[in-house]
């Protein structure tokens, strides 16, 4: 069973800063631990926020593995050009978290 996150219910206009992204973070976080998957219905909004993005969605990264994000995220009525921000923060953070996990083996 599936949730969905609006996000012109859930934000309004606070879809720039990191605090903000926040926001849709946690719910994300918490719906995650409910449900099989959550729905981000954009609802045709432009965002283009790095901050928003990375923090609302890039973050994940860190806390899950990529194939389990892209099998419980689903967006939805997303501009193309936040789509493309949002593919480029993922792929920045997979990149930065795989470099990372090299580093530590090395270390060892």
Known sequence: MGMTINLKEKCGKRTISRQ???VVSDLISDGLKMHESITIDFDNIMIASVSFFDEAFG???FQYPK??????LIFEKIDK??????NDILLSRYRQQEKAAKDGQKAN
């Open 20 to 22: 903000d992204g926040r």
């Open 59 to 61: 973050k994940l990264a």
């Open 81 to 86: 050009y936040d789509r493309a921000l949002l």
């Open 67 to 72: 194939e389990d994000l892209k099998k419980k």
